[in-house]
């Protein structure tokens, strides 16, 4: 909480549906999520948790509802949503690695081409987030060369 014991909200989901034809799979979901939430999406298989979470970040086009992130509306299609991405991770249920690259290029493409950042940069903030989970030795490994754990770990460290 901040210092005003008011906490920043950071995403307001109001009444979000998506169709896919005669498949209602979100219907009326609304949800205000504030800066510091921890927040569980549970339900049986097929019950619309990835595609609730794929439509939070534009992956997937909701077919009606708002959703503000920081207050703008990021359903708004003339919304810069690859902007507002830059602000966001997920953790894909696939590893998603470009398997003819190395776990070092893996991590450090996102920060050169969305933030800019020089090679030197994001290669050495790589460093750290291998460093911190342990698989700094794997930097010049392939993905096929990885367990599915350290997979997971250099996927959800891509999105850090």
């Given amino acids: ?11 307001s989901v109001d009444n979000l549906t998506k169709h896919f034809e005669d498949l209602h799979a979100l219907n009326g979901v609304s949800i205000d999520i504030y800066k510091g939430d921890v927040v569980f999406v549970v339900g049986p298989s097929g019950s619309g948790k990835s595609t609730f979470l794929r439509c939070l970040n534009r992956l997937e086009e909701p077919t009606g509802g708002t959703i503000l992130f920081e207050g703008i509306d990021i359903t708004d299609k003339k919304t810069d949503i690859n902007k507002h991405r830059q602000k966001m991770g997920m953790v894909f249920q696939q590893f998603n690695l470009f398997p003819h690259m190395t776990v070092l290029k893996n991590l450090t493409l996102g920060p050169m081409k969305l933030q800019g950042k020089s090679k030197a940069e994001a290669e050495e903030e790589a460093m750290k987030l291998l460093e911190r989970v342990g698989l700094a030795d794997r930097a010049k490994a ?3 060369q990885l367990s599915g754990g350290q997979k997971h770990e250099t996927r959800r460290n891509a999105f850090r």
């Fill in 1 to 11: 909480m901040s210092d005003n014991n008011e906490k920043k909200l950071l995403i």
């Fill in 142 to 144: 392939y993905p096929n």
